[in-house]
């Protein structure tokens, strides 16, 4: 009864903080009139100050195709999350760090260039689950089957200009969410030895 109980914890983690990103881009889409000029995130707009953009720009759209394959996404990873028994508490830290993470290096090295959506957090939530320990894949056949899917999206992207550089940054953002999930782990396994000692 007490693993039963564990185990909803995590469902909740997991489903409810994606069922939050999904209701609000859904609501930012609809119902915010100029959304993606109010919430999305440019190295510029940072710079005059505009701060939120940083939390904001996950939720902001540039089309209706866009938050509709931006919310499938979101499911599928959040699915596999839960059967790959990621804690929520994992899942939320690498979604909203990486995005954070992401914008920052993007505000320093492309000022210009705008971003919108919820795939570089996606992109990282599919990093972390590439490395983390599974009772049902080991990690040497996941990581190499996630990791060469987003791996090879960027390659191809490299000869269409315009997809390239929304696949440089779900391609960061595998890689930010593989790092932060990592220092997760450590961090983890340093506080477990600290409590022995």
């Known amino acids: 009864m007490k693993f039963y109980e564990i185990k909803m914890v995590r469902i909740?983690?997991?489903?409810?903080?994606s069922f939050l990103i999904i209701v609000i881009s859904y609501i930012v889409f609809f119902f915010i009139p100029s959304s993606l000029v109010i919430f999305s995130f440019s190295g510029e707009t940072f710079f005059k100050g505009q701060v939120?953009?940083?939390?904001t720009y996950p939720f902001a759209h540039v089309n209706l195709?866009?938050?509709?394959?931006?919310?499938?996404?979101?499911?599928?990873?959040?699915?596999?999350?839960?059967e790959l028994e990621l804690k929520?508490?994992?899942?939320?830290?690498?979604?909203?760090?990486?995005?954070?993470?992401?914008?920052?290096?993007?505000?320093?090295?492309?000022?210009?260039?705008?971003?919108?959506?919820?795939?570089?957090?996606?992109?990282?939530?599919?990093g972390?689950?590439?490395?983390?320990?599974?009772?049902?894949?080991?990690?040497?056949?996941?990581?190499?089957?996630?990791?060469?899917?987003?791996?090879l999206k960027y390659l191809?992207?490299?000869?269409?200009?315009?997809?390239?550089?929304?696949?440089?940054?779900?391609?960061?953002?595998?890689?930010?969410?593989m790092g932060i999930f990592y220092l997760l782990i450590k961090l983890k396994k340093k506080k477990r030895i600290l409590q022995e000692m």
């Open 156 to 177: 191809f992207s490299m000869f269409d200009k315009e997809l390239l550089s929304s696949s440089l940054f779900h391609f960061s953002g595998f890689i930010t969410g």
């Open 88 to 126: 929520g508490k994992q899942f939320i830290i690498v979604f909203s760090l990486s995005g954070i993470i992401i914008a920052l290096a993007e505000a320093f090295l492309f000022p210009t260039l705008l971003i919108a959506g919820l795939s570089v957090g996606i992109y990282a939530l599919l």
């Open 52 to 55: 939120w953009r940083l939390i």
């Open 12 to 17: 909740k983690a997991v489903f409810i903080f």
């Open 128 to 151: 972390s689950l590439s490395i983390k320990r599974s009772n049902f894949i080991s990690r040497s056949v996941l990581m190499p089957l996630v990791g060469l899917s987003v791996f």
């Open 65 to 82: 195709m866009h938050l509709i394959e931006n919310i499938i996404a979101l499911s599928i990873t959040a699915l596999l999350a839960y």
